[in-house]
């Protein structure tokens, strides 16, 4: 494995910074200066449109840009992880989330430590499309021999927020009669809320957890076995032996871990176990079995053609010079953005109401990846790290939080991302609603890149201390992509770009995007804490001074 290279001492990152001195963008200039810009600086890959033209680049800042992936090894690292080196050097573990997406047959094979990694990958997605076919035909049944019509995702981070925002952007397409929910939280609303309207006999759940130690989801996955049983023994559906009990898990709880002895010990037959392996991260695991519960509300073939999506990706960020490589030139963007005009935060802003949980799934992503101030060799960072990604469909992003990018302090590039054709093609007095959708999305990205100015407003009639109100600065830089529909396909394109942008400025800033210490602390110090809730005082003792003020609130008004 390389080494980090310092970004900050490349002859890049000089000429960077100089550029960075006095500049003043212009996008109204260099569109008027320039009328190739479009053309220049629109790529593609897959099904996806990607026009960068309204970003705040130069062509001088794109080849100093392109420069830096060159001189911080950007490829090497992406063919790195593709054949298996233990990037991710804190747990000792290769990275491999893009073996979970191989076509079978491709060759020559892939052998990791040992591991015929495509035969596993290949054996694990035929007994997932096995038993998915079982359960959508309703051969799968309950104790009570009735069909599932509700699965139910126990599980937490990726365990969950990767599945969540699949099945939200894919639900047109759920075709046998099954509905999917998820429950993530320990708080007991969710569960409570989650299941109060469904029948312990049409419901399976799936435990989903990589290491099967999660709290929040094993207290859910025990909450959960508690609701079946109580339901099937009130309306005398099993008796209440524990042979009955035991029979109703085995037909109402399947699981998906790394760690299957631990599935077992939970009461789970490991028959009804869906593996996968300590190389795919949690948060890059929805493609792996933990996508279970996609594969039953859409079936084996979209979940392939999910697969096929991402690998498409795969084989661009390969196999494609810097200069065309769209996830590489998008995370050199964010690095420009970050590093060298101060940008904070990313905004996250999908023109389809399918995508709404896109952000949220693509914090942790990015977030959780690259929210480190340390390197892959333990040492310090040199740089700012990790954007806060952020967004919410539009348009309702427009009627809350767009005010900010448009006439704020702060400079926060924006990716927006639409697709041509709806799910549902409704029309309101004749108007193609989805085309008036579009039309707001165009007009978003060109209002924040050109803005208006003084004089335009002026124009208009306005006047005095309005026309500063109501002037526009332009210049917020955006990326559209744009792609024909939401298959199953675009959205595996979708997922692994953004997959590969997070690695590319990781691999920039030198980081391990792989673990995530900065969640234990918590978790360590919530174990301890428990018990003062529960009314140990000597646990309250051991408090610092507000937590135990706290907790004392917390006992006074229970
Ligand atoms: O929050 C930390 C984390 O380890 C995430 O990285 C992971 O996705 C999540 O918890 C859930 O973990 P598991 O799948 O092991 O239950």
Known sequence: MTAPVDPTTTSAWTRLTALREGFDPDLRGWFAADPGRVDSLTRSVGDLHVDLSKNLVTPEIFEALVALADETGV??????????????????????????????????????????????????????????????????????????????????????????????????????????????????????????????????????????????????????????WAGLAGSGAIDDSDAARVDAVAHHFVAVSTALDKVEAFGIDP????????????????????????????????????????????????????????PVLMGLLNVWYTNFLGAQSHAVLPYAQQLSRFAAYLQQLTMESNGKSVRWDGSPVTTDTGEIFWGEPGTNGQHAFYQLIHQGTRLIPADFIAFVNPAYPLADDGRDVHGLFLANFLAQTKALAFGKTAEEVEAEG?????????TFPGNRPTTSLFAPALTPSVLGQLIALYEHITFTQGTIWGINSFDQWGVELG???????APAIEGDDDALAAQDASTAALLQYYRAHR
Do not use: C
Request: overall charge negative.
């Open 75 to 228: 490829r090497e690292r992406f063919a790195e992880m593709l054949r298996g080196v233990h990037l991710n050097t804190s747990e000792d573990r290769a990275v491999l989330h893009t073996a979970l997406r191989r076509p079978a047959g491709v060759t020559p094979a892939l052998q990791v430590d040992g591991q015929d990694v495509d035969h596993d990958v290949q054996a694990v997605l035929s007994a997932m499309s096995e038993f998915s076919d079982r359960v959508r035909s309703g051969e799968w049944q309950g104790v009570t021999g009735r069909k599932v019509t509700h699965v139910v995702n126990i599980g937490i981070g990726g365990s969950d927020l990767g599945p969540v925002m699949v099945y939200e952007a894919l639900k047109p397409l759920a075709d046998a009669g099954i509905q999917a929910r998820f429950v993530s939280n320990i708080d007991p609303t969710d569960i409570a809320e989650k299941t109060a309207d469904l029948d312990p006999e049409t419901t399976l759940f799936i435990v989903a957890s990589k290491t099967f130690t999660t709290l929040e989801t094993l207290t859910n996955a025990r909450l959960a076995r508690d609701w079946l």
């Open 271 to 326: 028959a009804n176990a869906f593996g996968f392996w300590d190389w795919v991260g949690g948060r890059y695991s929805v493609d792996s079995a933990i996508g279970l519960s996609l594969m039953i509300a859409f079936g084996p073939d979209a979940f392939r053609e999910l697969l096929a999506g991402f690998h498409t990706v795969d084989v661009h960020v390969a196999t494609t010079p810097v200069e065309r490589n769209v």
């Open 462 to 470: 306005t006047t005095g201390a309005l026309v500063a109100a109501r």
């Open 523 to 529: 978790k360590q110090l919530a174990l301890q804490i």
